[in-house]
């Protein structure tokens, strides 16, 4: 028990007597006496599959379950289709690893180049990678794609995803890239003064993290005057309806894909995807599957442009990247299949009506009011006297209300909550601060 | 077969969403979209079969033997799916209240106590996303440390010249300069180069141990000391822990930090290449400089930062937790062992039936051939045996690693197979060996028996296609 050896006992001792081995103390000879433990390890028992199934289980009950969420800030509670599941969940995509052999891997492989084929199509650039570990770590990698001998600098939005700020931050404690944060000005993004000859790039989050729609093409106009990248952080879920990155002005698009059919899941798994303008094509850091064919002719699917990696370049690589986001890049492919281009734009359009139908309401309450002019998508911040006691009394309903901010909540509302819903959600916050009719 | 693209109809499609129940409100003009993306249009039958196909054209544990070198291809137990798949679990939102998610916190802490008795590491950190990603986190706590003490000049970080490339690239991601070390004829670290390249301006020493040719360094208590005394910090690489834990402790052997691969040795599925986990322990002296959160909470005042958004891979920490529960305090020395044994009697079988172990006599959980000779002799690679096992249905070893290996196979064949699968992978290669000898272009053209022959690589990297171009352009 505990261990999931198939072999039977007597035929490990078979085994061990084929190498002429009285038994595991001799499999160890290499290792130091010194640092070989003579006991088992300070753990509890091995369990049996029901006894973990218990103890699993009452660990997730320890947890509460919102029915309805109405926070979003870079997590997204979407509708899943069943499909979505269900498919991913193939033993044999499950259990693979990452397709070194082309030959017994055409599925994997496939799925992949399709994947990139889908987020080429919603950023609308040319290039899209096999994925990173998420949405924040994607921003951070393009940052560093970016950079040349003359430019070191980055210029980070103020008004991007505070863990992708910080992410970017991290990774450039490592590189030694200067960070520079550009300040939010009534919540959206001011650049003024901020480029020079030293800047490789400005990295922007369509929409912001405060949920509004940044003006990407003088954005992109003013990183581009400077000589610098565009790097658009954008939420995928928007792109059946909102303007490609690539048709405003981005040379390398990012973001997370856990909109794309992936559960929230306290924040991971997650996907993170890259796609880039041509020219920037083999800068792309990680797995990147390519097409071509066999002696025959035949369509074949591979792993390319290795000469970037790492397990090729070492230290001279483009990144370190070698396991990634594969199972959930193929959750995302399905999604995206299932919903075609019609059932995108109807989440898009849904999220930013039903946003602004719970934004409207809540403004007809007494005191409350949306802080920031201008349009917004599915997220929007309102100031109200008391987040505090609002969130409790929302809380006590199985409502997850909007993510605090200072004197103020971050809402965000998809297509998966109903008229119904966020109905019910104003009249408690009407009732929480004591507002009569 | 046909890409989702091919299969598409314009009209097709589901509805899986109903009407608006609000008032629709227009996308602003200036920031609509002006031409759909181009996604595939079709049913959720075809869509279905479509997925099914592919499928069938992938190869998991689930479908033989997969003894890849350096990835711990073992079996993935299927409780940690159901459990990973807990509506407590996945319905959970990265930043809701803190006394909403305790059993989210709970699954972490727990993970991290258990990896920390496993590893003999004070503290750890779930954040990194892959091993990868815990190699820059690591480092990234060493170049915090030295900092934190005015010793800017430590600069280089030393790595093996067997190491896995992830060491080196994560080195350089880290603003470190590299310095390789070189191994023994044995295949071990070079001690006499170690003591010669550490210096004031090192920084640390990147090891896997056992290392990537399968053995055990047993000098590791004399290296760590060498590393220390000149004033660095060393880090251990953990993907190949699957061999000792249970058995002995990085932490008693003189390492700082390390990362695991939870997607290795805990036994999470790899996914087709990920996603993965990449725990990050330390020593106490390091625990201060551990990532944080800015939404999800924050480390502490000299925390390096974070390496990704939110806590965790943390479907991948409850799948693991799961794994870690069942072995419990005596299944990890157990596991251990197997894999030894599995590897030693493979190795045993493959000497016997004719081909060449890069190192000879016991080795770890995997171990390394060199076909050298071979491709002398009868002009048959590395290359051409993997692709022959193909045809028997199995999943080749890792080919051309370590890099100090010439025509390198190494596998990993894992304590979750059978005598009777590692006696029939020894058979197969004997009877390739035989072939390679006479007929060697047999093997050349392997394998014949997938649905696709030898890929042409060179044409695909010359001229990258790497998204379908749609007939209109
Ligand atoms: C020795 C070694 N180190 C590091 C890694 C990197 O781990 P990951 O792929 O999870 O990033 C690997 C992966 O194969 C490895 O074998």
Request: aromatic share 6%.
């Amino acid at each position: 028990m505990g261990n999931f050896l198939p072999a039977a006992p007597a035929e490990r001792e078979a085994q061990y007597a084929a190498l002429g081995l009285s038994g595991p103390a001799d499999l160890y000879r290499d290792v130091p006496e010194a640092v070989r433990l003579d006991g088992p390890l300070d753990l509890p028992a091995p369990k049996s599959e029901l006894e973990v199934r218990r103890s699993m289980e009452a660990l997730a009950g320890q947890n509460v379950r919102f029915s309805t969420i109405l926070r979003g800030a870079g997590a997204y509670d979407h509708y899943i289709p069943a499909a979505v599941s269900r498919i991913a969940a193939k033993e044999e995509f499950v259990t693979a690893y990452t397709p070194y052999q082309a030959e017994i891997s055409q599925g994997v492989l496939q799925s992949i180049f399709e994947f990139q084929t889908m987020i080429c199509e919603l950023t609308g650039l040319d290039a899209a990678n096999a994925s990173v570990y998420d949405g924040a770590s994607a921003a951070a990698e393009a940052v560093a794609m970016c950079r040349d001998r003359k430019r070191t600098k980055a210029v980070v939005s103020g008004a991007a995803h505070p863990d992708v700020i910080a992410t970017i931050q991290t990774y450039c404690f490592g590189s030694g890239m200067e960070v520079v944060l550009a300040p939010a000005r009534e919540g959206r993004t001011d650049l003024t003064g901020l480029l020079d000859d030293g800047v490789a790039c400005v990295y922007v989050q369509q929409p912001n993290f405060y949920g509004l729609l940044e003006d990407g093409a003088a954005l992109a106009d003013q990183a581009h005057a400077a000589g610098a990248k565009l790097i658009a952080g954008v939420n995928p879920a928007t792109l059946g309806v909102l303007e490609a990155p690539g048709a405003w002005g981005a040379d390398i698009a990012v973001g997370e894909g856990q909109p794309l059919g992936l559960p929230l899941s306290w924040g991971g798994p997650y996907l993170g995807f890259m796609a880039a303008s041509q020219p920037l094509m083999r800068k792309l850091p990680g797995r990147i599957v390519g097409q071509t064919a066999d002696a025959q002719g035949r369509r074949a699917f591979v792993l390319t442009m290795q000469a970037r990696e790492q397990h090729i370049r070492r230290e001279k690589a483009s990144s370190n990247v070698c396991s990634n986001e594969a199972l959930c890049a193929l959750t995302a492919s399905v999604y995206l299949s299932l919903m075609g281009p019609a059932g995108l734009m109807q989440v898009g359009e849904q999220c930013y009506a039903k946003a602004h139908y719970l934004a409207d309401e809540l403004c007809k309450l007494q005191g409350v009011k949306l802080r920031y002019p201008g349009p917004f998508f599915h997220e929007f911040v309102t100031d109200l006297p008391d987040p505090t006691d609002v969130l409790a009394g929302l809380e006590a309903k199985g409502i997850l209300g909007g993510f605090p901010l200072k004197g103020g909540l971050l809402w965000c509302v998809t297509e998966k909550q109903t008229r119904e819903e966020l109905d019910r959600t104003v009249a408690i916050v009407k009732e929480v601060l004591g507002i009569w009719n | 077969m046909e890409l989702i693209f091919e299969r598409s109809r314009p009209g097709r499609g589901s509805q899986i969403l109903p009407p608006p129940d609000v008032p629709a409100a227009p996308i602003p003009a200036e920031h609509a979209r002006k031409r759909a993306p181009r996604l595939p249009e079709i049913g959720e039958s075809d869509l279905s079969r479509h997925y099914q196909a592919l499928a069938r054209r992938a190869f998991g544990v689930c479908d033989g033997f997969y003894p890849l070198g350096s990835c711990t291809m073992k079996y993935n137990p299927k409780l940690g799916e159901e459990m990973a798949a807990l509506p407590g679990f996945t319905g959970i939102h990265p930043l809701q209240p803190a006394h909403t998610v305790k059993g989210c916190q709970l699954a972490m802490a727990q993970t991290e106590y258990a990896l920390s008795r496993i590893t003999g590491m004070d503290r750890f950190t779930l954040q990194p996303a892959a091993g990868a990603h815990g190699e820059f986190t690591g480092l990234l706590l060493i170049k915090a440390w030295h900092r934190s003490r005015g010793d800017e000049g430590r600069t280089v970080i030393l790595v093996p010249d067997s190491a896995h490339g992830t060491n080196p690239a994560s080195a350089a991601m880290a603003g470190f300069t590299v310095k390789n070390i070189p191994s023994t004829a044995e295949g071990l670290v070079d001690l006499e180069a170690l003591r010669a390249a550490c210096g004031p301006d090192t920084a640390g020493l990147m090891l896997t141990n056992p290392n990537t040719v399968g053995l055990f360094e047993r000098d590791i208590l004399e290296i760590t000391k060498i590393v220390h005394d000149a004033g660095g910090l060393v880090y251990y690489d953990g993907a190949n822990l699957n061999a000792i834990m249970g058995v002995a402790r990085p932490g008693d052997m003189g390492f700082d930090v390390c990362h695991l691969n939870l997607h290795k040795t805990f036994a999470t599925p790899h996914g087709g290449g990920g996603p993965g986990s990449g725990p990050v322990g330390c020593k106490e002296f390091l625990a201060p400089f551990l990532p944080g959160s800015a939404l999800g909470g924050n480390g502490g005042e000299q925390s390096i930062g974070q390496v990704r958004a939110f806590h965790a891979n943390f479907l991948v920490v409850v799948r693991a937790l799961a794994y870690l529960m069942t072995l419990g305090n005596s299944g990890p020395a157990e596991a251990a062992r197997g894999a030894v044994l599995n590897a030693n009697y493979l190795k045993k079988k493959l000497e016997e039936a004719g081909y060449r172990s890069a190192f000879p006599g016991l080795c770890m959980h995997e171990f390394v051939l060199t076909l050298e000779g071979l491709k002398k002799e009868a002009g048959v690679s590395a290359l051409d045996v993997a692709k022959a096992m193909l045809d028997a249905g199995i999943h080749p070893p890792t080919m051309y690693f370590p890099l100090i290996v010439h025509e390198a196979l190494m596998f990993e064949p894992t304590e979750t197979e059978a005598p009777e699968t590692l006696d029939r992978a020894a058979e197969v290669l004997s009877e390739i060996l035989r072939r390679a000898h006479e007929d060697p272009e047999s093997l050349h053209a392997a394998p014949v028996s997938t649905v696709i022959g030898r890929p042409d690589e060179t044409a695909a990297a010359r001229h990258p296609v790497v998204r379908y171009v749609f007939p209109e352009g």
